[in-house]
């Protein structure tokens, strides 16, 4: 896996393999770390999540990618339009889809309860080649099965933290969040997670930024598949929010080599 010490941060560094972003970033994102990516846009910020996966798979990092909000199936069309197959990977084990979303469907269409109030013990994870289907306690079934088989240099990416808040109490998601950054905090690994912010009002996005390692905002032009990345905090780093353009393009989010300080 490709990891780098940057000197002056006195501290390790995951590179994602976006060239123009880990120029900006010093050698790339603090290892460790709990990324929080905020947009009033769900298309930029789903798409930089699946891309910056498949960067890290392919520079040996295991994936666990958790869908909330469409299945398996769904998230690999997606990325298969920009050619990034990870079929291989998940026979490999490198990666695995870890389906939330799969089981809740279910519950609605036989008429009965999506999920189990916290605290209960659920049914547990099926495993199948390449993705699992959790059970109907989402916090317990994580907590047990999940952040426990966390390894070196893992990286976890929940594909809307902001489906979590709306079907779970905003204690619990914190509770949550907490114990999924100290254990990849102590494996050196990445998480990442999406939230859109129309959805929610703006204490609760605050709340959940102050948790986070690394915040970024995303701002994308209605009118053009372009915007501006705005880095406004990140650990092991000095405190100088940045403001570096990108771009979406047929191979995907783009970021400029050039940025600016703001």
């Known amino acids: 896996m490709l990891i780098s010490r940057n ?25 460790g770390s709990s990324v929080l990516l905020i947009s009033n846009q769900e298309g930029p910020v789903r798409l930089f999540c699946q891309q910056i996966a498949f960067l890290l798979a392919n520079e040996g990092h295991r994936i666990l990618y958790f869908t909330i909000v469409r299945e398996p199936s769904y998230i690999r069309e997606e990325m298969m339009v920009y050619e990034w197959d990870t079929r291989e990977m998940e026979q490999g084990r490198q990666w695995t889809f870890i389906d939330a979303y799969s089981p809740r469907v279910q519950a609605l269409q036989q008429g009965g309860p999506t999920q189990q109030p916290t605290g209960l013990l659920g049914p547990g994870l099926m495993k199948g080649a390449g993705s699992r289907v959790l059970g109907s306690d989402l916090f317990v079934t994580l907590r047990r099965d999940i952040l426990s088989q966390l390894d070196e240099g893992d990286i976890v990416i929940i ?8 079907t779970h109490e905003t204690a619990s998601v914190r509770e949550l969040l907490e114990i999924l950054g100290n254990q990849v905090r102590q494996r050196n690994g990445l998480v990442f997670m999406p939230i859109l912010s129309d959805m929610h009002d703006p204490k609760t996005v605050a709340e959940i930024s102050h948790l986070s390692d690394v915040v970024v905002d995303f701002e994308l032009e209605s ?6 990345l705005r ?26 080599t050039f940025g600016r300080v703001i």
């Not at 594909?159 to 709306?166: G, N």
Request: glycine residues 14%.
């Open 7 to 31: 000197r002056s941060n006195q501290g390790l560094r995951i590179r994602t393999g976006m060239g123009g972003l880990d120029e900006k970033l010093g050698g790339g994102i603090p290892s």
């Open 159 to 166: 594909d809307s933290l902001s489906d979590l808040l709306v």
């Open 223 to 228: 009118e053009h598949l372009e915007g501006k």
């Open 231 to 256: 880095f406004y905090k990140m650990r092991r780093s000095q405190l100088r929010p940045l403001l570096l353009p990108f771009s979406i393009t047929d191979r995907g989010v783009m970021a400029e």
